[in-house]
């Protein structure tokens, strides 16, 4: 089993900053690949990034790339989610996920884990 608890969510300008971060506890953290996901009220889940289990690999949404960024620490059993230009559009509850692979996947259906969420607001 694997535990998973997001922080760091808020209300933020547009064009603002934050940083999310999710703490792993319970199987071995390093052998995960993660991801973030997250969801608009009245819109279904999407993908944002994935990190590989070493975290030598990383994927971004269209909607994202060039602006976020998905880091580790498995030291820290910790994967971030660095926001940055944030816009109206990013608001929602943000996912971290754990997949047993070493890949990470665009797909929800791939990953075992799940956290609670971490709600976003960027206000305009």
């Known amino acids: 089993q694997v535990q998973l608890v997001e922080s760091g969510g808020g209300l933020v300008q547009a064009g603002g900053s934050l940083r999310l971060s999710c703490a792993a506890s319970?199987?071995?953290?390093?052998?995960?690949?993660m991801g973030w996901f997250r969801q608009a009220p009245g819109k279904e889940r999407e993908f944002v990034a994935a990190?590989?289990?070493?975290?030598?690999?990383?994927g971004y949404a269209d909607s994202v790339k060039g602006r976020f960024t998905i880091s580790r620490d498995n030291a820290k059993n910790t994967v971030y989610l660095q926001m940055n230009s944030l816009k109206p559009e990013d608001t929602a509850v943000y996912y971290c996920?754990?997949?047993?692979?070493?890949?990470?996947?665009?797909?929800?259906?791939?990953?075992?884990?799940w956290g609670q969420g971490t709600q976003v607001t960027v206000s305009s």
């Open positions: 319970g199987r071995t953290f390093s052998s995960n690949a």
């Open positions: 996920a754990a997949r047993h692979a070493s890949q990470g996947s665009r797909s929800n259906y791939d990953y075992e884990y």
């Open positions: 990190i590989s289990w070493s975290g030598a690999y990383t």
